[in-house]
């Protein structure tokens, strides 16, 4: 059964959006509500792998595994996967992490004075692309999330991000619009590897990370084996 390959491995999965904060009551974000990430968590425990989840702020209720680290932005969530990240033989990066943040936060709350503000927004750092490029990196899984409108624009980007940030594989999905993976109970993922690739149909997030979790598994024993 391939799913014995996940038994007793140490799993590490991002989940949620960031929040980057522009002073102590506002913040930068997108609408990440975590429900992808979170399935992936629960199926890969299902399977028997030590699942750490990572997760910056939702609305779901606290998962129930050993190992949960709630984060806020993009550098705690980079600080926690880093910490972390020697240990695990899978990363799987399902957050939807800001790309950027307020280059100075400001102590207190801004007043306001003028009709427009500029904000000035600085880089963060790309954790799955810094995982991957590891010496001895990790089974490396990102995800692509693209508002594209055919499957061939969505394949096209998500290999170009596979290959910039050499991954092992990469679990592409379209957003914004009606057909969006955010935040909806439902999805469809285009999945793909170095030498093919697979596509999992509209269904629940749950079902979807079993059927992730399978592809994951059987990608993951090949990598050891050879
Ligand atoms: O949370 P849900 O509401 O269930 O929605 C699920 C989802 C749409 C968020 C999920 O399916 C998804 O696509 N997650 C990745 C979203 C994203 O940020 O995609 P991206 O194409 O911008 O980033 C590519 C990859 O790099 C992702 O694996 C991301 O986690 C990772 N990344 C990006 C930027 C960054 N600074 N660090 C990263 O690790």
């Known amino acids: 059964e391939v799913l014995a390959a996940l038994r007793g491995l140490p799993v590490l999965i991002t989940a949620g959006p960031t ?88 102590p207190t709350k801004f007043k306001k004075h003028t009709a427009d503000l500029t904000l000035h927004l600085t880089r963060n750092p790309d954790i799955l692309a810094d995982v991957a490029a590891r010496i001895a990196p990790p089974f490396t899984v990102g995800f692509a999330a693209e508002t594209v409108t055919t499957v061939e624009e969505l394949a096209d980007l998500a290999t170009a991000k596979r290959l910039n940030k050499r991954l092992n594989m990469i679990a592409a999905n379209r957003v914004g619009g009606d057909s969006g993976g955010f935040e909806r109970d439902d999805n469809a993922l285009l999945v793909l590897w170095d030498g093919g690739n697979h596509h999992l149909p509209l269904q629940s997030k749950t079902q979807l990370a079993a059927a992730l979790t399978i592809l994951i598994a059987e990608r993951y024993a090949l990598s050891t084996a050879s």
């Open 19 to 106: 929040r980057e904060a522009l002073d102590p009551v506002r913040c930068l974000t997108n609408h990440s509500s975590g429900k992808m990430g979170y399935a992936l968590a629960q199926a890969l425990t299902a399977a028997g792998a030590e699942v750490t989840l990572i997760a910056g702020p939702t609305a779901l209720p606290r998962p129930a595994l050993d190992q949960f680290v709630a984060v806020e932005s993009a550098l705690d969530m980079y600080a926690q996967v880093l910490a972390r990240v020697a240990e695990c033989a899978i990363f799987i990066a399902a957050a939807a992490v800001a790309d950027y943040r307020p280059a100075s936060p400001l």
